[in-house]
Every structure is written in C-alpha cells, then in structure tokens.
C-alpha cells in the first residue's frame, strides 16, 4: 500500500483511508481482441516522431504510409518478431517517384546529380527510420498480444489446480478434524493449498498487467 501510495502521488501516511478490494473480485470487463489493424500503431508518440521528421524533410508522409506500410491484421505470433527490416517494407517506387521529376541543364548538370545523391542519402536514411520505427511498433504490438493469450492460458491451468487443491484440501480438513492424519501431514497439504492460491493470484495479476502493456504498445488505441 505504501508503494501505491508513492506511485500514485499521495502521502504515505495516508494509506489507510485508501480504498482496496480482492484480487478475486476484480476483472477486466472489455474483450481483448484477437487481432488488431496495423493501423492502430500511427498513434503511438515513436512514431508520430518519425512522421514529423519526414515532413520536416518535405516528404509527404500520406504516400510513405502508403508505399511502404501495407494494411494488414497483427494477430499475435511469434514468428513476426522474427521479420527483420528489408524483407517486409520496400521504399524504392516512392524514392523513385520523388526523383522522377529531376532535371539537369548542360551547365550545372554535375552539381545538381552531386545534389541529387545527396538529398537520396538524407531521403533513404529518413525512409529506414519511418520503416524501422513502424517494424518495431508492429512488433510490440504483435508481442504484446503473444504475451496475453500466453498469460491466459498459464492463468486458466492455475485456476484449473487450484480448483483441485481446495477440494483436496477440503477432504484434508475432514481427515485432520477426524484424527485420521497427523498434523505435519495437515500443514503439508495446506501449505500446498497455498502455494497454489499464490500461483493463480500471480498469474491473474500478471495477465492483467500485460493488459496495459498491450494498451501502451497501440497508443492507447484499443
């Protein structure tokens, strides 16, 4: 609670008066979805960055997003993480069609090709920029999404044990009030019962928070 306290700004001291509920009482009520727009990474603060500094450059970032950034659903495998840039993005038709209209007169033909590889260089480094910052957004998204259909998963088959452990549990309590096991044997079993509460708890609370990792990776846009 104190570290609460510090987090959220409030005095230490204070938490006491600071409202608390159970863990198993508490669930996320909106459905998580199974794939999301690739979209949805262009309201993400990294790369509105990028994007300004390919206008800054006089680029219009409406064809970038067009050439080198196609539409498509991230579903949440781990097999995309593995894509490395290059293979995926392709900035030559839009490098092309900004060239296209260069002209060179007899005179200063020399200079202005010096000019012109110039400007490509500065044009080529802003693309791979845009192109990584994009990549790797993609990649946090879809790893955010491996992550939680993981937790969930890990979560159901705790569950799934601990359903177990309070039932033995219970028969452990009839036998113990009985006199039929001894008490090392008693605290044996509760002691297992309690090591399984502890996993369900940290993998429910553990899903949850990967619920915000997912919320920061799309820029709040879920």
Not at 110 to 125: D, H, R, S, T, W
């Amino acid at each position: 609670m104190m570290q609460l306290a510090v987090l959220t700004g409030n005095s230490a001291s204070n938490t006491a008066d600071m409202a608390v509920g159970a863990l198993e009482d508490f669930e996320y009520s909106s459905k998580i979805p199974d794939e999301i727009s690739s979209d949805v990474i262009f309201s993400r603060p990294d790369v509105k960055m990028a994007e300004t500094n390919l206008e800054k450059a006089k680029i219009d970032v409406r064809v970038a997003k067009k050439e080198f950034f196609p539409r498509f659903n991230i579903v949440g495998v781990w097999a995309f993480n593995t894509i490395a840039p290059g293979t995926f993005f392709s900035w030559e038709s839009s490098l092309a069609a900004i060239l296209a209209g260069a002209t060179q007169d007899i005179f200063k033909g020399g200079m202005k090709v010096a000019n012109l590889k110039i400007q490509k260089a500065k044009y080529e480094e802003l693309f791979e920029e845009y192109n990584q910052t994009n990549l790797e957004a993609v990649k946090e998204v879809n790893t955010a999404l491996c992550i939680i259909k993981h937790d969930k998963q890990i979560e159901d088959n705790t569950k799934a044990e601990l359903n177990y452990e309070n039932k033995n549990f219970d028969s452990v309590q009839k036998k113990f009030n009985q006199g039929i096991i001894s008490e090392p044997e008693y605290l044996s079993e509760k002691n297992k019962f309690i090591n399984s509460k502890n996993a369900y708890t940290q993998a429910k609370t553990q899903r949850i928070v990967n619920y915000f990792t997912l919320y920061k990776a799309v820029g709040g846009q879920l």
